[in-house]
């Protein structure tokens, strides 16, 4: 079993940038692939971006190409959502979750684990 928590959440006016941290316990951290998703109010949760075992394979929603960076440090047993160049529209509830493949999905229902999210607040 995985347990998440979310980090590093706020407050930030648009143009700003923040960096989200996931961090995992237990000792298989690395064999889950980890994606993020976000939900704002009133909206359905959606997929932001993913990554495999060993970091292959990430991807992103187009919204957010070129803007957000997902990471992960399995020594460290955390992944990261590096988001820069933010917009209002980004605001919502960042979760990370965990599903045992190598290879992460966008597709909620096939993740295993939540964490209980982090909010993102982007000021016009």
């Known amino acids: 079993q995985v347990q998440l928590v979310e980090s590093g959440g706020g407050l930030v006016q648009a143009g700003g940038s923040l960096r989200l941290s996931c961090a995992g316990s237990?000792?298989?951290?690395?064999?889950?692939?980890m994606g993020w998703f976000r939900q704002a109010p009133g909206k359905e949760r959606e997929f932001v971006a993913s990554?495999?075992?060993?970091?292959?394979?990430?991807y992103y929603a187009d919204s957010v190409k070129g803007r957000f960076t997902i990471s992960r440090e399995n020594t460290k047993n955390t992944v990261y959502l590096q988001m820069n160049n933010l917009k209002p529209e980004d605001t919502a509830v960042y979760y990370c979750?965990?599903?045992?493949?190598?290879?992460?999905?966008?597709?909620?229902?096939?993740?295993?684990?939540w964490g209980q999210g982090t909010q993102v607040t982007v000021s016009s």
């Open positions: 979750a965990a599903e045992s493949r190598p290879i992460a999905t966008k597709y909620p229902s096939e993740y295993d684990y």
């Open positions: 237990g000792r298989t951290f690395s064999r889950y692939a």
């Open positions: 990554i495999g075992w060993s970091s292959v394979d990430p």
